[in-house]
C-alpha cells in the first residue's frame, strides 16, 4: 500500500499546504498559466482540487483520481471528473484545445508516457507547470521526507528533476516559453 504524505489527507490541507509551500506565489504562477493558454477549452490532469479553474476565464474539465478531491472541487462549483489520467480515451476525444500538467509529473513513474501520448492526440498544446529540486532542500532530497510530504497515495513517490534536469525534459519535448517561479518552471509545449 501506498503512505499517502500529509498534504494529501484532505482537500483543504492540500490547498492550504499549496499556499505555504509556493509562498504566497499561487496568483503569479496561474496568471502565468493564464497568459500561456489561449482560447478554447482547457482539460487538466491530475487536477486536485481544480482550484486553477476560479482564475481562468473559458471551459474547464479537470481529471482528478482522488474522489474526496473531486467532491470537494465539485462542491466549490468546479468542473472535475473522477478518472485515471492514464484512461485517455476518456478524455482526449472530447475537443480540448489545452492540457495542463500542474505539480502532478514528480507524481507519476514515468512521465514520457503521458507526453507522448499527448504528442500524439488532437490537442493544440500543453502547458506543464512542475516543481524542481533545489539542492538544499532537506524535504525532496531524501526520499522518506518526500514520502512524508509529497506522496499522493495514489502514486509512489518519484525523485523530483533537478533545474537543468527539468528544462532538459522540456525542450526535449519542444517546450517554449519558460518561465521560472520560485522553484516551479512553466512551459508551453505545441502539439499541432
Not at 504562477?29 to 476565464?57: H, M, N
Not at 468542473?79 to 482526449?92: A, C, E, R, T
Request: contains cysteine; hydrophobic residues 40%.
Amino acid at each position: 500500500m501506498i503512505m499517502k504524505g500529509l498534504m494529501y489527507y484532505s482537500p483543504r490541507m492540500y490547498e492550504m499546504m499549496m499556499h505555504v509551500s509556493h509562498r504566497g506565489d499561487l496568483p503569479k504562477r496561474f496568471g502565468a498559466i493564464k497568459g500561456l493558454i489561449g482560447p478554447g477549452r482547457v482539460l487538466e490532469l491530475g487536477c486536485g482540487t481544480a482550484f486553477i479553474q476560479d482564475f481562468l476565464d473559458r471551459p474547464y474539465l479537470g481529471i482528478e483520481k482522488n474522489p474526496r478531491f473531486a467532491t470537494y472541487a465539485l462542491r466549490k462549483n468546479r468542473n472535475v471528473v473522477v478518472d485515471d489520467i492514464f484512461n485517455y480515451g476518456n478524455y482526449l476525444r472530447k475537443g480540448h484545445n489545452t492540457v495542463l500538467l500542474m505539480d502532478v509529473l514528480h507524481h507519476i513513474p514515468n512521465p514520457a508516457v503521458l507526453l507522448d501520448r499527448l504528442m500524439d492526440s488532437n490537442i493544440s498544446q500543453v502547458i506543464i507547470c512542475e516543481p524542481y529540486n533545489l539542492p538544499e532542500s532537506v524535504i525532496h532530497s531524501s526520499k522518506a521526507l518526500n514520502r512524508l510530504f509529497d506522496s499522493d497515495g495514489i502514486n509512489d513517490a518519484t525523485d523530483w528533476h533537478d533545474r537543468e534536469s527539468l528544462i532538459d525534459f522540456y525542450e526535449g519535448y519542444g517546450g517554449v516559453d519558460l518561465t521560472e517561479i520560485r522553484n516551479s518552471i512553466i512551459t508551453r509545449i505545441p502539439v499541432r
